[in-house]
């Protein structure tokens, strides 16, 4: 049985603040075990994991992968290529299959929004989102919130900058649901056609203007920019885009003190962030990758604990 | 609603038929009541209240009895796409539904552009107790270009023209269309929607569209066809007849080309009205 209120992570829409707490307070737990010279714990001796990537992905199957084998799971990576989905088989009927060789957690990518929540509906699994189109990423936003709180103590009051493209960032809609439930301030900045319709009524804060993100906040997260959106004709160009949307030391040390910077990853230097920023002693952009491990170990045990044989 | 009585495994014979207690609806007459209907040789002889000696008695209370239903826009998908719907099955969902006629879209793979085709289509039909009518593509494949032979295809009983599944995305081509159209009495169905505005998305949108992370189309997409429609059929002086309409703009552009005496009309789909 879960130690939370939900089966699955499908999102954190459907999560309550006070477990966002809870999960957050586990991954401190769970870093614990990281800075142990053997990083291993027999938490989740007995189950087993599927990682299903059927989108690309480094970091986060890694991190997942990792988190798996430190709470001692049975792990099975799966991606679309090689597999029957490039022979037509269905993404539900490759997940049937897969779960009939009986596994206990599905670790789910997929391009299309709402397929976690398609699977947990036809599925006994628990289902965890590891990103679903340009919906959620739920254990992105509780590492950005982790590493947040490792360095402000309290999320409460914070004010955080999404600072790029919104309308396609899983990422920044589950930070933006995650941080409000945690009682922190959104602010958004990013050129208009990067910035989806009716985000006003998320409670947000919207600003075409980095100068001013940068003046109200205390934290900038920075989101990736990719070429295809320039082709796509949503913004002119990307040097058109780092000229006024790009954080630079300049820009920053305009700032009355330090901003916290953080950046989901892949980064592209010279593009949404200058190397001088995301190698600053202000970036916590590898601290978020280490947080990664420790708060996907903490859903897996907080979702899938209750499964596992009582270790000896 | 479930009746235990299905009008197919116990086919009834129309030449004594006694119709039980079903809600009787006529618009043209005005009757909205609960009836007992005779049928003799298929003609209603009367709304007796007892039950006629050898009569074959069908208990429909809890069901309608209304004028057939006629729906503007199917998709019998054959030929081409058999998996997703025949017209066999395709007239079977419209007895069902209480649908005496239909109108299908030529949105087929081959498209229904020529006599030859929306004849073989009909004569798939005929076995059915539904009207099959079908609506010819407006231009050659559906690709937008040539027309359709449209006098031949109005001469073999084709009243309209429609390339729906997208639009006639040149003003040209949808102009030409409708002017020879009207010159034979038919009129041009148009999809209306605007391809860039609409490319990728799935739903309408706004709020919903961010918070489900799903990409959106803006109701402007529709409507700035519809406006295209208009100028179309106000500068031609034809008619033409707006699809599937969901925006509220498409709408009120409808509604004030009515109050010019355009002809435009529009129809609107049952789950946009009911679905939140």
């Known amino acids: 049985m879960s130690l939370l209120s939900q089966k699955h992570m499908l999102g954190l829409a459907d999560y309550s603040g006070d477990e966002i707490q809870t999960i957050l307070d586990t991954s401190l737990q769970m870093r614990d075990i990281l800075n142990r010279p053997v990083k291993k714990v027999p938490t989740l001796r007995g189950v087993t994991v599927v990682n299903l990537f059927l989108e690309n992905s480094t970091r986060t199957r890694t991190s997942f992968e990792l988190a798996e084998k430190r709470l001692s799971a049975d792990t099975l990576n799966f991606s679309a290529s090689g597999s029957a989905l490039s022979k037509g088989e269905t993404m539900l009927d490759t997940a049937l299959n897969i779960e009939a060789m009986k596994v206990d957690v599905v670790v789910m990518r997929h391009k299309s929004p709402g397929s976690p929540q398609f699977l947990a509906r036809h599925l006994e699994s628990i289902i965890i989102n590891a990103g679903d189109g340009r919906h959620e990423h739920p254990t992105q936003a509780l590492l950005d919130m982790m590493t947040l709180r490792d360095k402000y103590g309290s999320l409460k009051g914070l004010r955080v900058a999404l600072v790029g493209d919104i309308l396609h960032s899983r990422v920044a809609m589950s930070n933006i649901i995650g941080l409000k439930k945690m009682g922190a301030e959104v602010i958004i900045c990013g050129p208009a056609t990067l910035i989806p319709r009716g985000l006003e009524k998320m409670g947000v804060e919207i600003t075409h203007s980095l100068d001013d993100a940068i003046q109200r906040a205390d934290a900038l997260n920075i989101l990736r920019i990719q070429l295809e959106r320039q082709t796509a004709g949503l913004f002119p160009s990307l040097r058109e885009y780092h000229k006024y949307f790009g954080v630079t030391r300049v820009r920053l040390e305009k700032a009355s003190s330090p901003l916290t910077i953080l950046h989901p990853g892949p980064m592209n230097r010279g593009v949404e962030i200058t190397s001088d920023v995301a190698d600053s002693e202000h970036s916590v952009i590898l601290q978020q990758v280490t947080n990664g491990v420790a708060v996907r170990m903490a859903v897996l045990y907080l979702l899938a604990g209750g499964r596992a044989e009582p270790s000896a | ?276």
């Open chain 2, 1 to 276: 609603m479930t009746s235990k009585y299905s009008r197919f495994d116990k086919p009834a014979r129309a030449e004594n038929l006694y119709l039980q207690g079903a809600r009787v609806v006529d618009p043209r007459t005005g009757i909205d009541q609960v009836l007992n209907l005779h049928i003799v040789d298929g003609v209603l002889k009367s709304t007796a209240h007892e039950t006629p000696q050898s009569a074959d008695v069908i208990d429909l209370r809890g069901h309608w009895i209304t004028p057939g239903w006629f729906d503007l826009h199917v998709h019998l998908r054959e030929p081409g796409k058999e998996v997703a719907e025949t017209i066999a099955s395709g007239c079977m969902a419209a007895m069902n539904g209480g649908f005496t006629g239909i109108a299908c879209m030529p949105n087929t793979q081959p498209a229904l552009d020529d006599a030859a085709s929306v004849n073989w289509v009909r004569a798939q039909g005929k076995g059915f107790p539904v009207d099959v009518n079908v609506i010819a593509a407006v231009t050659r494949g559906r690709e937008g270009k040539e027309l359709v032979e449209m006098s031949e295809i109005v001469e073999a009983g084709v009243r309209a023209f429609s390339d729906d599944g997208g639009p006639v995305k040149s003003s040209a081509v949808l102009l030409h269309a409708v002017e020879y159209a009207n010159m034979l009495g038919a009129r041009i169905f148009e999809h209306a929607e605007d391809k860039y505005l609409a490319e990728g998305g799935s739903m309408n949108e706004g709020e919903w569209s961010t918070r489900l992370g799903i990409s959106g189309m803006p109701t402007i997409a529709e409507a700035i066809d519809v406006a295209r429609c208009v100028l179309i059929a106000e500068y031609s002086g034809g008619a033409i007849h707006i699809c599937h309409v969901s925006a509220k703009e498409s709408v009120e552009l409808i509604r004030q080309a009515k109050k010019k005496g355009l002809r435009i009309t529009g129809e609107v789909c049952p789950h946009h009205l009911l679905v939140d």
